[in-house]
């Protein structure tokens, strides 16, 4: 397989198929069910859909950049990661791959917004707040808040995640661990922040995953990635309307353009649109770790 084929699914013949999320193909290891293997593959999703075409890369985008983050945050909060370590296990996997501790996940987004977009912004238009956060009048799209905000939602197994107040997540974690969740989510996000600003990319907003092991809060799942958060080139920003983006804004713009229904069949991309896409993600990683990025062939 090419390098730039991109990778829609992944067989592991030794290993146990836990699931197949939109991106993501997890994996149990029959000989130690606490140890599981996370590929990031190269399907992309939008408007809730995955479409039929990969974008080359961009699973080795999203796994190198969360063990980035991963070691950048390790002095902060604990994390799943055991190791990279592919051997005897498919080609295809090198890269795109990482081997974690199982955690006792909770069953909320913890999303912290630095900036007034998305569905921040919808909401925002309608109530004046955001996720139950009142917020000063006359903001524009995509201003800077006066300070960062925790905005929890819940899980979506199909659809949208939603947007809920911090008493929801409450009643449903607890409130002194949703303390703990929401301090924690900024505190990472404003690190981010102080890294990624002299760097080029403003970091409008970003989501994290959590779980529990051994009655910890560990960091799980992908983190600050193209796809989990909003990186937007500080030379280019101009509050007042969407801004260009490090992310599947691109393929979202497109799919707007041919005027698709948002119904299955998800159509394909052109090959041009999937590789600049490709190429996003690929300048995020690189303006923001410094690195080339890690190949199959390594």
């Not at 590929?39 to 859909?49: G, L």
């Not at 921040?120 to 009142?134: F, H, L, P, R």
């Not at 997540?169 to 661990?177: E, I, N, Q, R, Y």
């Not at 005027?259 to 998800?266: F, I, L, M, R, T």
Request: charged share 25%; proline share 7%; with cysteine.
């Amino acid at each position: 397989m090419s390098l730039n084929t991109p990778v829609l699914e992944t067989t592991v013949a030794s290993l146990k198929l836990r699931g197949r999320g939109k991106v993501r193909d997890i994996y149990e290891d029959p000989l130690d069910p606490g140890r599981l293997l996370i590929v990031a593959t190269d399907r992309i999703s939008a408007f809730d859909y995955i479409l039929a075409t990969g974008i080359p890369d961009k699973g080795r985008v999203l796994t190198q950049m969360s063990l980035f983050w991963f070691d950048f945050l390790r002095d902060t909060v604990p994390n799943h990661l055991l190791s990279t370590d592919m051997s005897g296990l498919p080609d295809e996997l090198e890269g795109r791959s990482m081997w974690v501790k199982r955690a006792d996940m909770f069953d909320v987004e913890c999303v912290a917004r630095g900036y007034l977009s998305g569905s921040g912004w919808k909401e925002y238009q309608q109530t004046g707040a955001v996720c139950g956060i009142s917020l000063p009048r006359g903001l524009r799209e995509s201003d800077a808040l006066p300070e960062p905000i925790f905005t929890p939602a819940t899980k979506a197994q199909t659809g949208h995640d939603e947007n809920i107040s911090f008493d929801r997540m409450a009643s449903l974690v607890g409130h002194d661990l949703s303390v703990r969740l929401r301090d924690l989510t900024l505190k990472i996000y404003q690190q981010a922040v102080d890294y990624a600003r002299p760097r080029g990319i403003i970091l409008a907003d970003t989501k994290f995953e959590f779980g529990l092991i051994g009655g910890v809060i560990t960091l799980a799942d992908e983190v600050l990635t193209p796809d989990s958060s909003r990186f937007w080139p500080v030379e280019t920003y101009a509050p007042g309307g969407p801004q260009p983006s490090y992310d599947k804004q691109y393929v979202r713009d497109y799919l707007e353009s041919i005027h698709w229904n948002k119904q299955p069949p998800a159509p394909a991309l052109p090959e041009d649109v999937a590789r600049r896409t490709g190429e996003k993600y690929k300048d995020a990683y690189r303006a923001l770790t410094g690195r080339a990025l890690h190949s199959a062939s390594a």
